[in-house]
């Protein structure tokens, strides 16, 4: 299919050669130093710490919870590519007082839980990190290691951890955003960013994306080669919903009419061939968005007949079936009642709010977006539910937070970003709601605001993980405060 599209421009523009690979290795170190020292005991003395921070060979002692191995010292030492009971040499990265970040070049003595990556650009592309690891043996040491630094820094008794909420691997991402190199119009690279580098790793498809996304990429590589206003597009989302996908190309200056031309009929000839349907959308400069096709809206189905309906640059949770158990797990654990008032903060397009709101309840959904607002609001009124305040506040400030909580909560759900909602947690303790459910994607921004809720008056009841991003280092979990009785 898109092979025909190449050749019946090569007559006019040359024929495209062949594409080309990149490399690189994924790193975070800025994220292990803000949690060093606090998910793990005593250290060996500092003697022994220097001798081993030298060593090119380490034996792996742990794993933490962005699955870096360690090797307790002081400084401690995290390395990326290694697995508990390990021998490896290592390359550092980057040494501070307290931390070690480094990253295994030879495995000398492997786990069992070590595999193959599946995907072949492993190595290169910056997407994911972890397919090294089976990703059952992942999940546990990760989700432990969690446990522990709760344990440790929130003193978390006995059974409030909770067994991890899991979905599909490897295919379990609907929404992408495609990097593009059109430097040179007859080689475009079209990928995903090499780790800490601008750098595009080329690839035909990708295995953790759902099938309409991955499938598409090759062919639409193939589709805007020889078009010298390639060099015009910034990144390409790709989006999936239930009903269809969007393919949305962000361009800063105006495309050729024949490149759109010829992406359209590719979607439109996909489409036809597929079950699986996909429209084309131009975003401009300005972050205008108009659609090519007949401009059909996303539906992503939650729970409870609720849905969203995003655009290309919305948040949404992009794991479908791990997003749906954790709106459950919420549910179950906020228990909303008929005419209780509840907050849904940071709420996006009412991801959480929706079902709340079909309980009976009466709903704040605050967002920092406005455009997002918006179109919350405008498709919570298409599927008849006109029982929440949907506002547009700066939830960081601490004037719009203390004027909203005046009006009283019966219970709060908390979604924030990975800087954590520290500002709300602050006013949350005086505020003493009964009941906070907190949803979040960073653990370390987490035991921070957790920590002010416990020390303000609440006790974490359950806590657990949702394993919302495989093979990547992120981990998202949520966690149940309850006011203690005075």
């Not at 910056?126 to 344990?151: N, S, T």
Request: proline letters at 4%; charged letters at 20%.
């Amino acid at each position: 299919m898109a092979n025909l599209f190449k050749q019946s421009r090569s007559k006019q523009k040359g024929t495209a050669s062949s594409r080309l690979s990149g490399n690189g290795t994924k790193g975070n170190a800025s994220a292990n130093a803000q949690v060093a020292g606090l998910r793990f005991g005593k250290t060996r003395n500092a003697s022994q710490a220097s001798k081993k921070a030298n060593s090119s060979t380490v034996t792996i002692e742990d794993v933490d919870w962005m699955g870096h191995g360690i090797v307790r010292g002081n400084p401690i030492m995290f390395v990326e590519g290694a697995l508990v009971g390990e021998t490896c040499d290592i390359e550092v990265l980057s040494s501070k007082k307290k931390v070690i970040n480094a990253k295994a070049t030879n495995i000398q003595l492997s786990s069992e839980a070590r595999q193959a990556p599946f995907c072949p650009v492993f190595d290169s592309c910056g997407g994911c990190q972890l397919q090294h690891i089976k990703p059952d043996a992942a999940l546990e040491q990760r989700d432990k290691a969690l446990k522990v630094m709760m344990e440790r820094q929130l003193a978390m008794k006995a059974g409030v951890w909770q067994s991890p909420l899991v979905g599909p691997r490897p295919q379990y991402r609907r929404k992408a955003r495609l990097a593009i190199d059109a430097r040179n119009p007859n080689q475009i690279k079209l990928g995903f960013r090499e780790a800490n580098s601008n750098k595009v790793t080329n690839v035909d498809s990708c295995p953790i994306l759902v099938d309409p996304l991955s499938n598409i990429i090759g062919p639409l590589q193939n589709a805007l080669t020889g078009f010298e206003s390639a060099r015009h597009i910034g990144h390409i989302s790709l989006i999936a919903g239930d009903n269809i996908s969007h393919l949305v190309i962000k361009h800063i200056k105006a495309l050729e009419a024949e490149l759109i031309d010829t992406v359209n009929a590719l979607v439109n000839e996909y489409s036809l061939a597929n079950a699986d349907k996909i429209e084309l959308k131009l975003e401009n400069k300005q972050g205008q968005i108009r659609s090519v096709g007949h401009g059909t809206d996303l539906v992503m189905s939650t729970i409870n007949d609720c849905s969203i309906s995003p655009s290309a640059n919305d948040f949404i949770q992009i794991n479908k079936v791990v997003n749906e158990k954790m709106i459950n797990q919420a549910m179950d654990w906020l228990n909303p009642q008929p005419n209780e008032r509840i907050a849904d903060w940071f709420s996006g397009l009412g991801n959480f709010t929706l079902p709340i709101a079909k309980s009976g309840a009466r709903v704040q959904a605050v967002e920092g977006v406005a455009e997002m607002v918006r179109r919350a609001k405008d498709n919570a009124q298409r599927q008849g539910i006109n029982n929440v305040e949907w506002l547009h506040l700066d939830l960081a400030d601490k004037t719009n937070v203390e004027a909203s909580l005046q009006q009283g909560f019966d219970k709060v759900l908390l979604d924030p970003s990975r800087e954590g909602a520290l500002t709300v947690c602050h006013a949350l303790v005086k505020a003493l709601p009964k009941t906070i459910v907190y949803v979040s994607c960073n653990p370390s921004t987490f035991s921070r605001d957790a920590k002010v809720l416990i020390d303000g008056g609440y006790e974490m009841e359950k806590a657990g993980v949702a394993e919302m991003f495989p093979f990547t280092h992120h981990m998202e979990m949520m966690a149940l405060f309850t006011r203690k009785q005075q």
